[in-house]
């Protein structure tokens, strides 16, 4: 499955962490573009001066990592498209161009699924979309949430509650979920 992340789900890290670990596992494709790196480097610049300068790194790793999931961009593709908010129309781009099947967004009303249909594409909440990877391939999501939790408590230097740290990541059913099978 090939999935365009909006630079929403790219910033925060460890919400980032956990959707490139199961990428990285082989449970989806990831996609995204210039234009989406760049929001996601501008947002954590400024959510903390100097942060732009480590996400432009971050930046690096993935596409080094995964030089196919960076798409170019088509002007012309994004002058006939539409959604509600016209400084999405990238992401919508990106996703088509990239022959995504969806696009992992927090800002769903963003991306109507009238207009995402048209294109075979369905958006899709981080949460709800990392809790279906768990149900289906519990162990490998299990796995990574693991793993990025014990570099958090690692980087904090004292230990995290994991369904607090899920729910300030934005995934408290996968938190919440995690937490019980994982205890």
Not at 118 to 128: I, K, N, Q, R, V
Not at 162 to 167: D, E, G, N, Q
Request: with cysteine; proline share 7%; glycine share 6%.
């Amino acid at each position: 499955m090939r999935l365009c992340l909006d630079a929403c789900v790219l910033y925060p890290t460890v919400l980032r962490e956990i959707l490139m670990g199961v990428a990285g596992q082989g449970l989806f494709t990831p996609l995204w573009s210039v234009r989406i790196c760049e929001e996601w480097r501008r947002t954590a610049d400024r959510q903390s001066p100097g942060d732009g300068v480590i996400a432009e790194g971050e930046i690096a790793l993935l596409n080094v990592r995964w030089p196919e999931a960076n798409i170019a961009a088509d002007p012309t593709l994004e002058q006939q498209l539409w959604l509600p908010d016209p400084a999405d129309i990238h992401v919508l781009a990106t996703a088509i161009k990239g022959q995504a099947q969806g696009i992992v967004t927090m800002n769903l009303r963003d991306f109507p699924a009238r207009e995402l249909s048209a294109h075979g594409l369905a958006a899709h909440h981080p949460d709800a979309l990392l809790y279906q990877l768990w149900q289906d391939h519990p162990d490998p999501v299990a796995e990574t949430v693991t793993r990025v939790h014990a570099t958090a408590q690692s980087l904090a230097g004292h230990p995290l509650d994991l369904r607090k740290l899920m729910k300030r990541a934005r995934l408290p059913r996968l938190g919440k979920a995690l937490s019980s099978s994982l205890s």
